[in-house]
């Protein structure tokens, strides 16, 4: 569990596109590294926030023109990456460009994940947490 | 506030070279959903009884998009009789090989 108060570092919009996903993770990757010295860490926050915006864009069902809210908070020791999307939950795609394999990896390389539907504004919201370590 | 959909970083490129029965794709970059059908388009029509190399040297990322298109690959190397390596990935990509547990289902060449 988190405690303290959290502190919000990025909050950002991006179109629901693929092209988004790429800069969703260059996005998070610049806050990551102000927040944390662990180069391992930062980039498993890269794998898990690519999957993490793959799935909101692919399997998302969003409408058209929605967009996707990226949050990052930190709290005592611990970074959230939080990825919403105006979708109305994930539902599994026979033409998916993952091998359901997207959530495994979110929940492995992450110290633990949430996935909060609805959430803020009735979105459907991916919660990743990651160690923090100050520079 | 909404942000482009830009990159900051290198873009996905993907290279073919034919030499004979013998194809190399040179992939550069970093390997997403978005990047996907450039790759299908590359890998269209592979030579049966051939060789396909994919160099992974310059490939700084990939996450499960790309792999579900190499495991596309090594299915189709046993249905249409070639064969396939995957040359020099760096650490992140084998990081995912392995997280996914296919790093043994490929040959990879250092």
Known sequence: MTSGASVERYRAEFPNDVASVRAIRDQVVVVARECIAEEATVQDIRLAVSEAATNSVVHGRAPEGALLVVRIETFDAEMCVIIADQGHGMLPRHDSPGLGLGLPIMSTVASRMEVVSPGVDGNTEVHMYFPLTTN | ?110
């Open chain 2, 1 to 110: 506030m909404t942000q482009s959909g830009e990159p900051v970083g290198d873009q996905f490129v993907v290279r073919r070279v034919d030499s004979g029965r013998e194809v190399l794709l040179e992939l550069t970059g970093e390997l997403d959903v978005a990047g996907i059908p450039r790759l299908s388009e590359a890998a269209g029509r592979l030579p049966a009884h051939g060789h396909v190399t994919i160099d992974l040297s310059q490939l700084s990322f990939m996450d499960s998009s790309g792999i579900r298109m190499l495991m596309s690959l090594d299915l189709r190397s046993r249905a249409e009789h070639w064969t396939l390596t995957l040359h020099a990935p760096q650490p992140q990509v084998l990081n995912v090989l392995k997280l996914c547990g296919f790093e043994d289902r490929f040959e990879i060449t250092p």
